[in-house]
């Protein structure tokens, strides 16, 4: 399994900001996660963020984000986290960068005026957060990490190559992955989904019970990730269930 600051920060990459709280106060949430881990957030007029330039301190802020798993027609939570810290204005350098992250999650038309009037006083504005902790819940786990271990970790190296490869069989392949995990648990298997595939090994949802399996060695590239995933597929070798 991967440890805790890099499991979290790996479901953050995935992550989109499902609520925003403002000085204890619930407030519209747009944003995205930076590739930092820092939510990044979109604010227009009238929100309570927008005056920010205006203040003497920064605002104190909560993000919640939810990292989801599509499984057919429904959604299910994976992790939940929730970033707390102070919202600050993004460098008007970094803006361009910022607007892409929101975007990525919600592509918003406010992100263009946004942009092209970059600090004028009616203009909508990017923020950032300045992580302080994340509080989690994934699975059976939760605790909290300080923004030192939070921010110092990096997400898995194959998140991206990872979350192709998952939504693909998913798609097309859920029967050959259920006859190769229900080979490897040495029971039937029936309704067998991909959850979380990493270069560690892979996370399986099989009849409602999450199931890991270990890779013999960790997977260092897109293409060693998929022959350790067809080594499940086609129930040859031997992965250990954790």
Known sequence: MLPIPQRIRTLAATASVARLTVDGMPSRARGGVD??????????????LHGLHRLHEDAVVAVNLAAMRRLGDDEHPRGLMEVQGWAQPVPA??????AVTVAANDPDEALFDALERYGRPDA?????VDVAQVVYLTGQESGVL????YLEAEPDPLT????RVLAHVNAAHREQLAKGVSRHLG??????????LDSQGVTVRADGSLVRFLWPAPTNDG???EAALNGLLCTCGHHPAV
């Open 35 to 48: 590739e930092r881990g820092r939510p990044v957030l979109l604010v227009l007029p009238g929100e309570p």
């Open 93 to 98: 350098g970094e803006a361009r960068a910022a």
């Open 124 to 128: 909508p504005r990017l923020l950032r």
């Open 146 to 149: 300080d923004a030192e271990d």
């Open 160 to 163: 991206g190559p990872a979350e």
């Open 187 to 196: 029971r039937p298997a029936r309704e067998v989904w991909l959850w979380e």
């Open 223 to 225: 293409g060693d990730l």
